[in-house]
């Protein structure tokens, strides 16, 4: 059902539970590739390395000058001035549900679960344009992965970048927050694609390339190009002449039947 909107809407889908995790951790582990993260539009270029680590002083902060020089020091001012600019207007009825304007995801904030001043870093960064603030304990898909692409730019505390392996587990160990979770293991080894194509291993199995096989000219269209018709049907040349002559003929019958009608006047 599309329209009206009415309130016995299907609004919401049940997701697995590990499946939720297996996404949450895909998200994260997106977040730590610069080529998945500039992808996504993110501008990183004065960040010195990704993942973003920064001290635990920042959960401290609760001015929001302070908040917009730290980002400045780190280099991720740029991607906050991006979303400041792709602030709209956001078109159809939306406008009316209170939420007119529409903008660029920024920097995701993310600080330690045990954090003794929550609300004072949210209301130093709750103002800046498409900063968002989250706990590691509480970290949302939709904050990792805005409108499901993942990649976002994730600055961490100290203390929230260590908490990630007791949250979500490891490859060995399990997590002390999640009941009988950990990270699924890799389905490749090694993910360097190149590296695997052009190993020894491979090319000595892989066949040489072939040679003079390569279509040289374009192809031509049968039914505009007439040598190209010939090849597919030689007798379409004794049938195109057949034509010719026969509309002649009828040409000099029309010509001979206007001469005589003209004679007879």
Not at 144 to 151: E, Q, Y
Not at 217 to 237: E, R, S, V
Not at 256 to 262: H, L, R, V
Request: proline share 4%; net charge positive.
């Amino acid at each position: 059902m599309f329209a009206p909107t009415k309130v016995w809407r299907r609004w919401h889908r049940k997701i697995n539970r590990n499946q939720r995790r297996f996404a949450a951790t895909s998200a994260l582990a997106a977040s730590a590739l610069p080529a998945l993260v500039m992808a996504r539009g993110h501008r990183i270029s004065d960040v010195n390395e990704v993942p973003c680590v920064v001290q635990d002083s920042i959960e401290t902060i609760t001015k929001t000058k302070d908040a917009i020089a730290l980002l400045t020091a780190i280099g991720a001012i740029e991607d906050v001035d991006k979303c400041k600019e792709t602030k709209k207007l956001r078109a159809g009825k939306g406008k009316l549900r209170n939420r007119r304007h529409k903008a660029r995801r920024g920097p995701l904030i993310v600080y330690g679960e045990k954090a003794k001043n929550d609300v004072g870093i949210f209301e130093a960064f709750r103002n800046i344009p498409g900063v968002t603030v989250a706990s590691v304990s509480a970290l949302s898909l939709l904050e990792l992965a805005p409108g499901g692409h993942v990649g976002r730019f994730i600055i961490f505390s100290e203390s929230a970048f260590k908490a990630l392996d007791s949250v979500f587990g490891t490859f060995t160990t399990a997590s002390t927050q999640k009941k009988n979770y950990m990270l699924p293991q890799p389905t490749m080894t090694n993910a360097d694609i190149t590296r695997i194509i052009n190993s020894d291993e491979v090319q000595s199995v892989v066949r040489e390339v072939r040679k003079g096989t390569k279509r040289t000219g374009t192809k031509k269209n049968p039914i505009t190009n007439l040598n190209a018709l010939l090849k597919l049907n030689p007798y379409a040349k004794t049938m195109k002449r057949q034509a010719i002559l026969f509309q002649e003929a009828q040409l000099k019958k029309k010509e001979a039947a206007a001469a005589k009608k003209a004679a007879g006047k």
